[in-house]
């Protein structure tokens, strides 16, 4: 028969993994409408220059255009600078928050390598790579750099021989699966942590018999008292880590709302200016 393999129940009641999960779903959908008003943002800059054609047009035929075209070019490089820095910014964020997850549970790994038994044929380093189960590694590793050497095979001044892979993917369906990687990991620190319980019955009941177990028993309550202060303080921070990321990406979805709405498609105008004509009527009828 396989042995039970021994855990703590309350820890275990600590990991609020659908929590989390929910969590990450609204950080999801706050991006999935951001990228609706990136691509709103791309269709305003291109609507932008192509009234700068026509006024150009007009222009070129004699019409006084004032100073419309340079107000036009400024607002079309002023647009064009916010959609690449919401661009960038949605990937350097999505990067971090995969970063710092990755770094909770790497701490959540070391700390159950301190006490789990390693197979025989098997090291530290192997066992870390199985429990991160194939998550991409953060940073991302370091390949060789094509424009490390040109085309005589001389090394070219300020190009490395080696960067990090461009090709290392950090998206949402990422940080779900290394959300639940890092909660499997919670599981077993927290089935790990359960095993002290009967290493300190065995030494209590060997001590009752006469064998000499020093401050065995001290050290292992001590260190399961340890570990379980730092679950918890995982469990704390995790939670709280991603509130906060949950509250940025409101606020970024809120900031690139109030720029996209600069520019406004004909029908989004028409249906305006029916809105302000009715309550004009209602106004008058008062």
Same mark, same amino acid.
């Given at each position: 028969?396989? $042995?039970?393999?021994?855990? &703590?129940?309350?820890?275990?009641? #600590?990991?609020?993994?659908?929590?989390?999960?929910? !969590?990450?779903?609204?950080?999801?959908?706050?991006?999935?409408?951001?990228?609706?008003?990136?691509?709103?943002?791309?269709?305003?800059? !291109? $609507?932008? #220059?192509?009234?700068? #054609?026509?006024?150009?047009?007009?222009? *070129?035929?004699?019409?006084?255009?004032?100073?419309?075209?340079?107000? %036009?070019?400024?607002?079309?490089?002023?647009?064009?600078?916010?959609?690449?820095?919401?661009?960038?910014?949605?990937?350097?964020?999505?990067?971090?928050?995969?970063?710092?997850?990755? #770094?909770?549970?790497?701490?959540?790994?070391? /700390?159950?390598? $301190?006490?789990?038994?390693?197979?025989?044929?098997?090291?530290?380093?192997?066992?870390?790579?199985?429990?991160?189960? &194939?998550?991409?590694?953060?940073?991302?590793?370091?390949?060789?750099?094509?424009?490390?050497?040109?085309?005589?095979?001389?090394?070219?001044?300020?190009?490395?021989?080696?960067?990090?892979?461009?090709?290392?993917?950090?998206?949402?369906?990422?940080?779900?699966?290394?959300? &639940?990687? !890092?909660?499997?990991?919670?599981?077993?620190?927290?089935?790990?942590?359960?095993?002290?319980?009967?290493?300190?019955?065995? *030494?209590?009941?060997?001590?009752?018999?006469?064998?000499?177990?020093?401050? %065995?028993?001290?050290?292992?309550?001590?260190?399961?008292?340890?570990?379980?202060?730092?679950?918890?303080?995982?469990?704390?921070?995790?939670?709280?880590?991603? %509130?906060? /990321?949950?509250?940025?990406?409101?606020?970024?979805? /809120?900031? @690139?709302?109030? @720029?996209?709405?600069?520019? !406004?498609?004909?029908?989004?105008?028409?249906?305006?200016?029916? *809105?302000?004509? $009715?309550?004009?009527?209602?106004?008058?009828? *008062?």
């Amino acid at each position: 028969m396989t $042995a039970i393999k021994p855990t &703590n129940s309350v820890l275990r009641d #600590k990991i609020d993994s659908d929590g989390y999960n929910a !969590t990450l779903n609204v950080i999801n959908s706050k991006y999935a409408e951001m990228d609706k008003f990136i691509e709103n943002l791309q269709s305003d800059i !291109t $609507a932008v #220059k192509d009234f700068e #054609k026509d006024v150009l047009a007009d222009k *070129a035929r004699g019409y006084d255009v004032g100073t419309s075209l340079d107000t %036009l070019e400024f607002q079309s490089s002023s647009l064009t600078i916010d959609l690449n820095f919401f661009t960038h910014m949605k990937t350097v964020y999505i990067k971090k928050l995969y970063g710092d997850l990755y #770094k909770y549970c790497d701490g959540i790994i070391e /700390n159950a390598l $301190a006490i789990e038994e390693i197979p025989l044929g098997m090291d530290k380093l192997s066992i870390k790579e199985r429990k991160f189960r &194939n998550m991409t590694p953060f940073p991302p590793p370091m390949v060789p750099n094509p424009k490390h050497l040109d085309a005589d095979g001389n090394p070219v001044e300020g190009e490395p021989a080696e960067i990090q892979d461009p090709l290392a993917k950090y998206d949402m369906n990422e940080i779900f699966a290394l959300i &639940n990687c !890092t909660t499997s990991n919670l599981r077993e620190l927290a089935e790990d942590i359960g095993s002290f319980d009967v290493k300190i019955s065995r *030494a209590t009941e060997r001590e009752s018999r006469g064998f000499s177990v020093g401050n %065995l028993i001290m050290n292992l309550e001590a260190q399961k008292q340890k570990l379980i202060l730092e679950f918890d303080a995982y469990i704390t921070r995790l939670g709280k880590f991603l %509130l906060q /990321n949950q509250n940025f990406s409101d606020r970024c979805l /809120n900031r @690139i709302k109030l @720029i996209s709405s600069e520019i !406004t498609t004909a029908a989004e105008a028409a249906e305006a200016a029916e *809105a302000a004509e $009715a309550d004009a009527d209602t106004a008058d009828s *008062a």
